[in-house]
């Protein structure tokens, strides 16, 4: 029952230049960003800074990378995306609103009572979100099911795990990684968000997981480091997985180093926390400067 | 100086492969040979494992459909998490693993990956209740008592090879997820004796009797219907009720027969906490019916290593102990 790529749901451009994929893709990510801060005003708080970190990431992978119908997202032809991060929700809202597949307006009810985007994302309320997730260490694991499935009936749909560098503590993730290479999963790809952050401070006090590269290599699987803030970078490092993908072959890894807060210097140099508070008379300030540096880095 | 002559010690590897009395009718895997009939009619069906395919008889599926057979390793986290990502993309997989591993080890998996999306994922756990003498490390007492707990999940407790033969493409055919506490290797064939279909949700009443009620699940209904036997030479008339699903609970079936004058009492191969017997008793609170339910069942401790009829004789689940816990009730 092979899938075929189509142009209509992938939307890599033909014909655009690299330098205008980068902007499309960039573009794409200012306007996640810009979503999640309007989310997170909407609550006064929360995983707002995660979310900026993650937001090249996300689209690269829903503006770039993810074959989907925006109007169907139970197509059985689809990329599954799991996001095992159920906090990151918000930025994950924010990019199936840019890929058409919930409404931009949606957005202003996370968190909200009876809302579709609840603040911690979950398969059962939200079109799109393939998992849930939120209890910390599940979503490699469901991948390798859900890739050996895939694989099992024929689909060259691939699958993309979503997960953080604080999930690495967790021991069922390395399970994951050793069933994942054990079924020589080329069809699956995680991108870790190493952020350095974990609920409890930074990542190298909390528990020290690196170095991590070693130990996805060590695990069987192809690994590649990036500045995952750097959109050229992501979208190299996205096509060198996409590249080597295969129904029977090594998983990929991409190891994304972020910034939290990135794009609001505000919060960029705030004291780093898990859930960061943010005061009612900031959060205009920190639309103008995300849209400042987005636009001083455009005019470069 | 003692005279006493000391009966020779029962050996724990004795036991491991079956709970039969001697010459005890048998069947040989038959959930393997049930899941492969099961496979043959619906190719939605999968097999995984943790490592355990040879000792819960996922080993015959494994064989007949090597394909559709996924070993996990030993890695229970895994097992469940891609359990639910095959039921994700449209399989219906049945996960192996020991009990206590499915009930302890787990939890989170069988909870949040597949009992919330309620994804047809069939869990099937070895070793439940007092199935080895290996101690508290293999044997799921509470196994039950833990899953009870966990919205959508269907519990069966299958008393032979009948049950559970009847009960796999049930569980494969419903569609959310199961829990099947497992009798693998040589399994006694008790309830083909009986008029009797397997049918999941439902209690039966396998035969009828004036003085006591029995309401029994899993192995322990081999148990009840031969100590209604041995209480017979004692003038005692006893009725079984078989509820093999002890969630959804067949409430409306047993209530029916425990409200009388009889003596109840339950039998469960499961501790006495959390298992069939609070689950009989909240229903006749529940009900209103102030009856007293008197349970055999396992106590609510760690229980001792050894060979399994010297520990079903010592924890009150052999056919002896419970004529005489009946003898003694009914004074």
Known sequence: MGVTHSLETRKQHIGETAMERIERVGAAAHRIRHHALNMGEVQGQGYVGQALGAADMLAVAYADQLRYRANDPEWAGRDRFLLSTGHYAIGHYAALAEAGIIPVEELESYGSDDSRLPMSGMSTYTPGMEISGGSLGHGLAIAVGIALGLRHQGSSARVYNFLSDGELDEGSTWEAAMGAHHHQLGNLTAMVDINALQADGKTDTVLRTEPVTDKWEAFGWYAQRVDGNDVGALLAAFDNAAAQAAAVGRPSVVLCDTKVGRGVPLLEEREKAHFMRIEEHEWQLCRQQLTAGFNGKAQR | ?331
Request: charged residues 20%.
């Open chain 2, 1 to 331: 100086m003692s005279t006493t002559v000391k009966a020779p010690k029962l050996k724990t590897s004795a036991m491991i492969a079956s709970f039969a009395d001697p010459g005890q009718k048998t069947s040989s895997a038959p959930f393997g040979h049930a899941l492969v009939k099961a496979a043959e009619a619906d190719p939605r069906i999968v097999g995984l494992t943790a490592d355990l395919g040879k000792y819960t008889d996922m080993h015959i599926f494994a064989k007949a459909f090597p394909e559709r057979f996924f070993q996990m390793g030993m890695a229970e986290q895994l097992l469940f998490g891609a359990a639910a990502g095959f039921a994700e993309t449209g399989l219906v997989p049945f996960a192996s693993t020991y009990s206590v591993f499915a009930a302890r080890r787990a939890y989170d998996f069988l909870c949040l990956d597949i009992a919330e999306p309620n994804l047809n994922v069939n869990i099937v756990g070895a070793l439940p209740g007092l199935t080895t003498g290996y101690g508290p490390s293999h044997q799921a007492t509470e196994d039950m008592a833990i899953f009870r707990g966990m919205p959508n999940l269907t519990i069966v407790d299958p008393c032979d090879s009948v049950d559970i033969e009847q009960a796999v493409p049930q569980l494969a055919a419903s569609d959310g997820p199961t829990y099947l506490r497992l009798l693998r290797g040589n399994v006694p064939r008790v309830l083909d004796e009986y008029d009797y279909t397997f049918e999941l949700g439902r209690a039966k009443v396998l035969r009828g009797g004036n003085d006591v009620v029995f309401v029994s699940s899993g192995l322990m209904t081999m148990r009840a219907l031969q100590a209604a036997e041995a209480l017979a030479a004692h003038k005692v008339d006893v009725a079984v009720v078989h509820a093999p699903t002890i969630k959804p609970f067949d409430a409306s079936t047993v209530l029916a027969e425990l409200n009388t004058d009889r003596l109840a009492v339950t039998l469960e191969n499961h501790s006495v906490v959390g298992g069939l017997f609070e689950t009989v008793a909240s229903a006749v609170v529940t009900a209103g019916l102030g009856k007293r339910v008197v349970p055999v069942a396992l106590p609510d401790e760690f229980l001792d290593a050894g060979a399994l009829p010297t520990l079903h004789e010592r924890y009150g689940l052999s056919v002896q102990q419970i004529v005489a816990k009946v003898l003694a009730e009914l004074g």
